[in-house]
C-alpha cells in the first residue's frame, strides 16, 4: 500500500478502504482511518459546491436598533492596547467586591471593551500551533511561506564574506 503525501480525505484513499473491508483487513482499514485528517473542516461535505444563499437576512445593525440592543462589542481595539480593562481593579478596591462587580457589568452593558488586546485576525500563538495536527500546521505554514521565507539576496551576502574589514585579526588577551 503506498500513498502519497499527506493523508487528508478519505477521497485520497480510492478504494483502499472497501478493499480492506472486502478483504478482512481489519488493521489495515483501522490504519487507513487513523490517519486521515481529524480535523472536521477538512472532511469531504465541507467541501461541496456553494449555491447563493437567499439575501433577505436582517442586518444586525438594524435588529440592534429594532429591539434597543447596547452598542456593539468590538473584537480588537482599533492600536494595540494591554491596557484593556485596567480600571475594573479600581472599581472592586473602591466600592467592595459585590459593587464593584455590578459597577464593571453596568461599564460593559454601557461601553463594552474589545475582547481581545491585538487587532491581528492571523496572529496564532505558539502554544496554539504546537497542539495542531500536521495537517492544520502544514495549511497555516503555507498560508505564511512568504513572511517565514523571505527571499536571500545570495550576492549581498557573499559580497559581506569577502569585504576586507570583517577579516582583521583579533588580539586576545590573557587574564
Excluded at 461541496?48 to 440592543?69: C, H, N, Q, V, W
Excluded at 503555507?142 to 557573499?158: H, K, R, V
Amino acid at each position: 500500500m503506498q500513498i502519497d503525501g499527506l493523508l487528508i480525505t478519505e477521497s485520497q484513499l480510492n478504494s483502499k478502504l472497501n478493499n480492506s473491508v472486502h478483504e478482512n483487513r481489519r488493521g489495515e482499514f483501522a490504519l487507513l482511518l487513523a490517519m486521515l485528517s481529524h480535523d472536521a473542516l477538512d472532511f469531504s461535505q465541507f467541501h461541496l459546491p456553494k449555491t447563493e444563499i437567499d439575501s433577505t437576512a436582517t442586518s444586525e445593525d438594524s435588529l440592534r436598533k429594532k429591539f434597543g440592543a447596547g452598542p456593539k462589542q468590538s473584537l480588537a481595539p482599533g492600536e494595540f492596547d494591554m491596557l484593556i480593562g485596567q480600571f475594573n481593579a479600581a472599581l472592586i478596591s473602591e466600592h467592595g467586591a459585590q459593587a464593584g462587580m455590578k459597577s464593571i457589568k453596568l461599564n460593559q452593558y454601557l461601553k463594552p471593551e474589545p475582547l481581545t488586546i491585538r487587532d491581528d485576525d492571523k496572529h496564532i500563538p505558539l502554544n496554539v500551533l504546537d497542539n495542531c495536527e500536521i495537517a492544520v500546521r502544514r495549511r497555516i505554514k503555507s498560508e505564511y511561506t512568504q513572511l517565514a521565507n523571505p527571499p536571500i539576496d545570495a550576492s549581498a551576502f557573499y559580497d559581506s564574506l569577502n569585504d576586507d574589514s570583517l577579516h582583521q585579526p583579533l588580539h586576545l588577551i590573557a587574564v
